[in-house]
């Protein structure tokens, strides 16, 4: 199982990132600051360090150019700025990429999963599987009996999500957090508006409405 350390002061981004990286087939450790996130990583071997930039005692630079010293292994920063003077020092740090806050969880999950390919080579499938769906996560392409469909890039973000976790009811505010980001803040029948668009495209009753909670995708059938 690959191991990922996430350095992040939030409580409540920790939180996420634990549970999603947690389902996702990963183990996790966290550290809420540089310091501590600097003895975590010479006390254990870590195949990925998911990187906070505003972190209190060092900041993530300092973390990174420190983690460099010792070791090439991936970083991903995590931070709410977006200028192009921030990414550009990161870079020159050898980080692998950038994730800009507030971020989606489908995007995340598949930068790491692209990263740790890359650097180690997963072996992997690279495709999702349902019915009559074939879903490939490199090329982002989804095709249903021969035929390619149009999605948007929340569609497919949807659709990934479902994919992944057969028979597993997401509510909206968990489908919100996941591919709108934790700190969306807006009216929650959006999810509503996107799943009918899915809907629409796919032309197949895949996604569920279980009532009064959310919607999923049936369990695959022997």
């Known amino acids: 199982m690959r191991k990922i350390l996430i350095v992040e002061d939030e409580p409540d981004i920790q ?5 999603y990286l947690r389902e996702a087939g990963y183990e996790t450790a966290v550290a809420g600051d540089g310091i501590a996130a600097l003895h975590l990583f010479q006390s254990q071997v870590f195949d990925l360090v998911l990187l906070d930039l505003m972190l209190p005692k060092l900041d993530g630079f300092a973390v990174c150019e420190r983690i460099r010293q010792q070791s090439q292994v991936p ?7 977006d200028g ?3 990414q550009l020092r990161g870079f020159g740090l050898d980080i692998d990429d950038y994730v800009t ?14 990263i740790l390919r890359r650097s180690g080579g997963t072996g992997e499938d690279t495709c999702l599987h349902y019915r009559d769906l074939t879903v490939d996560l490199d ?5 249903q009996d021969g035929r390619t469909l149009e ?3 929340r569609e497919f973000e949807l659709l990934c999500t479902f994919l992944a976790a057969p028979g597993r009811v997401f509510t909206r505010e968990m489908l919100l957090a996941k591919l709108w980001g934790y700190d969306f803040y807006g009216d929650e029948r ?31 059938t022997r």
Request: charged fraction near 30%; aromatic fraction near 4%; hydrophobic fraction near 40%.
């Open 151 to 153: 999605l948007t890039a």
């Open 75 to 81: 970083v991903l920063m995590l931070t709410a700025l």
């Open 101 to 114: 806050k507030p971020f989606s969880m489908p995007v995340l999950l598949e930068k790491i999963r692209v």
């Open 84 to 86: 192009e003077t921030q």
């Open 139 to 143: 090329t982002r392409e989804v095709c």
């Open 15 to 19: 939180e996420l990132l634990c549970t």
């Open 190 to 220: 959006v999810v509503d508006s996107h799943i009918k668009n899915l809907r629409r495209k796919l032309e197949r009753d895949y996604i569920e409405t279980v009532r009064g909670v959310g919607y999923r995708v049936a369990k695959k």
